[in-house]
């Protein structure tokens, strides 16, 4: 069974940048997506890469200042945040898809495998 594994979350002021990163144990053949949960509101969708073609797509609340990418050599995703906000205060999750499916996917059953989630902070 593949794992995914996050790190680099943490505490950031407004304006801040931080790279979190989502190591796969194994290879993985669909898209990796990064949703977000904030305390007493829903898991939301934040952002997906296809894992071959390195197509992105985004949620309207990050585009501009998040970017995803990977490392296919390293079964790795990346999202890089910038300009921080104190409202992108979450619990980040990384997701992977065994497979692929419809473009993009941005619901949480589309994902089959899930990191432990990693808590960034943005202080105002």
């Known amino acids: 069974q593949v794992q995914l594994v996050e790190s680099g979350g943490g505490l950031v002021q407004a304006g801040g940048s931080l790279r979190l990163s989502c190591a796969a144990s194994g290879r993985t053949f669909g898209p990796m997506g990064w949703f977000r949960q904030a305390p007493g509101k829903a898991r939301e969708f934040v952002g997906v890469?296809?894992?071959?073609?390195?197509?992105?797509y985004y949620a309207n609340a990050v585009k501009g200042r998040f970017t995803i990418s990977r490392d296919i050599a390293k079964n790795t995703g990346y999202l890089e945040m910038n300009s921080l906000k104190p409202e992108d205060t979450a619990v980040y999750y990384c997701a992977a898809m065994i497979a692929g499916g419809s473009w993009p996917p941005i619901r949480e059953y589309d994902y089959q495998l899930w990191g432990q989630g990693t808590q960034v902070t943005v202080s105002s």
């Open positions: 890469i296809s894992w071959s073609a390195g197509i992105v």
